[in-house]
């Protein structure tokens, strides 16, 4: 392992670090202090213990290290307890400081600002959200990575399908084949309203089996203890199986949702399936940087209106109120595609679709695809076929 | 699924529910407002979106349900944002309420105290942390059942072996044998200390790479931003593969490490293997109701010291802290078996003992079990060969 803790080039951390810079001047920040692990990989290109202290002007960055003490590096120090920061961080007593409070435990916060008993606390979880919106040409290549990797592993599901098998050992020989090829496994996720092992597949009724979680799609789950996705079901002639399964090669995640079936679906299900590719069909010209993110929403709402389609868009006994959300490091970034979402497009956004529709006894069915926002619409980067494809 | 929110018998319920209430009175808590999903699943058997309230008396509970509107069961109410609970939970103005002020996130806790402007808000953590860690009757069955499927795919692991493989190889092999016989996948951990996959394998150097996370052993990992376990290493002839997998069958985890080899080990690693089994069989008398945990801990160490074997004791370059962890549904329960802890054993607690060790150039060493604390001693519940076996 590399013990220099920033894994970024020079050039890649310094862009990122003025970025965030950027947006911390706009929320009146003077510096930040980062715990969460997602930011800390955002900001020096590895995950590890401790904090990372970003000041206003250039060169004011601290990364204080809690255990691989080893770390090297250009302002590295090594701390046992979170109160020897004190030490090393110089600012005004009066300054304004940022904690992510929407993602740290409220012990830990009150803990922080014992540390700074002058300063002002400000919430800087959203500076840190909305300067990882906005992707770096070097993110992009780690999620174009994902893309081609993660769609190499879809193509190959048909062959990984033997008759009279469950949804759930259908999706372990996909999780075999992702993991073989390179899969981390791990589907992260900012806070704390979702929990899955590697994604969902969901075949028949279970389509319509409500969770708690804040995914698109529900699913009973093999236990109540994790109740999404997967349940046990056999795969039944006639039925949908849709595979949304995690696409983290890199660090950085692509989400990809292809539907498969077992021989021919009943008309309403085939009819929804095309209405959503149709769907993102049209997405894929209407989102450009300026575009609001609800305006993609509410085109995909009226084209399944349009067809007849919305009971069944998004869910049939319970609805999700988004279509799509920004993916990177994390499953739910920024920009949010949802009808009240103030998100507007910007240019190197990375957002997931994901118009689906839950077709009672059938299953669910549509896709879902990982974009980048260029100047000229949206750019597919993860490339599977998007028509039902049968398992046999 | 079962639409009714209270999945526990109503015997067991009162059971848990009773114990929660008995260290509120402790605390001085006349009511607590549980949000985490570990204690929810505690409280009901099942993980939702949303809140459980338990006031002091019996019969004072409430649970408000956010997703998933059509949860049935007395005392269900349907929210769409907090503060409607407001309108159903009526207590004294100056009641002292505890919130898991540990674990829920700075912003969110300041909304609820808006709530209850009025009310003395407590930390509630360490309370449910408390209840958790004695195991009823039915907690003990679910980790015991946990234990058998766990070690029914532990012996099977040198069957998965082919040569030439890596440590990732041979792990991915590892986690479709434990999905396929129930492993629900998800290492549910408390906190924001820890992340992995679906555990750790670790052969050669790779076991004295440092991690940045609070398990007992490190590894580089497949990639920076999840620096643990495998990291693609070639099992070579001589060295050691440790194998540390999920237990999480049922929604209680057990939690066992075996080691296997490739051909023979030197001599050093053969030592330090058999004093982890010495120290095992040690700490197996010794652990019984009213045993300090500290006391465990200084017995391992002290065995570790008398083999001059103490270099090597839980890691190498960098060292764990500590050799042993309640377990149940999160793999960080309570009591903590290290030199400060201040934790004494209780009948039912369920503790995973790891005394490994990391012996240069061969990989980490040892085993790992978990044990329900009896009148009588420690019993294991992963009942798998503990000696090293050779993978071909």
């Known amino acids: 392992m590399n013990d220099n803790i ?8 310094q862009l990122r670090l003025s970025r965030v810079r950027g947006l ?15 930011n800390l990989y955002y900001l020096t290109g590895r995950v590890y213990a401790g904090y990372a202290y970003i000041g206003g002007r250039d060169g004011e960055q601290m990364y204080f290290v809690k255990r691989m003490e080893n770390l090297q590096g ?23 400081i940022g904690i992510e409070l929407d993602l740290m435990n409220y012990n830990m916060v009150k803990r922080l600002q014992g540390i700074f008993p002058e300063a ?20 992009l290549q780690m999620l174009r990575r994902s893309g081609v990797l993660h769609e190499d592993v879809y193509r190959r599901i048909p062959g990984l399908y033997r008759e009279g098998m469950t949804d759930i050992e259908l999706e372990i020989e996909i999780e075999r084949a ?19 092992y590697m994604g969902s597949l969901i075949t028949g ?74 769907i993102i069909e049209r997405l894929v010209t209407l989102g450009k940087p300026g575009t609001p993110a609800s305006e993609l929403y509410n085109a995909a709402m009226e084209m399944a209106k349009e067809r007849g389609l919305h009971t069944y868009f998004m ?29 507007i497009l910007q240019l190197h956004n990375v957002i997931a679709l994901e118009p689906k529709f839950v077709i009672p006894h059938v299953g669910a069915v549509g896709i879902e695809s990982t974009f980048v926002v260029q100047d000229f619409g949206l750019e597919c980067i993860t490339n599977a076929p998007t028509e039902i494809i049968s398992l046999t």
């Open 120 to 139: 002002q606390i400000k919430d800087c979880t959203s500076v840190m959200r909305a300067a990882r919106a906005v992707k770096t040409d070097a993110e």
């Open 178 to 196: 992702l993991r073989l090829e390179g899969n981390l496994g791990q589907f992260r996720i900012s806070g704390d309203t979702m929990e899955t």
């Open 6 to 13: 920033i894994l970024l080039s020079h050039d890649e951390q």
């Open 74 to 96: 250009d302002g590295v120090v090594g701390i046992r307890k979170p109160e020897q920061m004190a030490e090393s961080i110089l600012i005004d007593a009066s300054a304004v």
């Open 315 to 343: 869910g049939h006994r319970q609805h999700a109120g988004f279509i799509g959300h920004g993916v990177g490091i994390e499953i739910n970034e920024l920009p949010v595609i949802a009808p009240r979402s103030r998100d």
């Open 205 to 278: 009724d279970n389509a319509d089996e409500p969770s708690p979680y804040d995914f698109a799609m529900g699913g009973a789950g093999l236990n109540p203890s994790l109740p999404t996705g997967a349940c046990g079901e056999l795969i039944r002639p006639g039925s949908a199986v849709m595979v949304d399964l995690c696409g983290n090669f890199t660090g950085y995640m692509t989400d990809m949702t292809r539907t498969f079936s077992l021989g021919s679906l009943e008309k309403l299900a085939m009819d929804a399936h095309q209405c959503s590719i149709d």
């Open 24 to 38: 911390m001047k706009q929320a009146g920040l003077d510096a930040v202090l980062i715990a969460d692990f997602a």
